[in-house]
Nanobody, 121 residues
């Protein structure tokens, strides 16, 4: 599975961005988004089962971020609204071969390259 993340950029606080993660089409069980801010460890953001029936969000993004997918294009999205300066980070998409939604990094088998999101205050 090859994952390609895109959609990052510079946005003002309160603005929105949509990240995309296209995969090569191999069947996976779960997909997720993680982020790493400067000087901090990578942390969980959002995840969903490949069927889309289960979703999970970090407390810091609940109500502002939405994870979704497009079956036809094998693309997973992260819609980010009401962005805050603390959302500034490199965002990574990930996919796991088995299991349901998870916030654990070690349960993901494939990782895409990161895409930078910078929120100016």
């Amino acid at each position: 599975v090859q994952l390609q993340a895109s959609g990052g950029g510079l946005v003002q606080a309160g603005g929105s961005l949509r990240l995309s993660c296209a995969d090569s089409g191999r069947i996976v069980s779960r997909v997720g988004w993680f982020r790493q801010a400067p000087g901090k460890e990578r942390e969980f953001v959002a995840a969903m089962s490949w069927r889309g029936d289960r979703k999970k969000y970090a407390d810091a993004v609940k109500g502002r971020f939405t994870i979704s997918r497009d079956n036809l294009s094998n693309t997973v999205y992260l819609q980010m609204n009401s962005l805050k300066s603390e959302d500034t980070a490199v965002y990574f998409c990930a996919a796991g071969r088995r299991g349901l939604v998870s916030d654990k990094q070690y349960e993901y088998d494939y990782w895409g390259q990161g895409t930078q999101v910078t929120v100016s205050s």
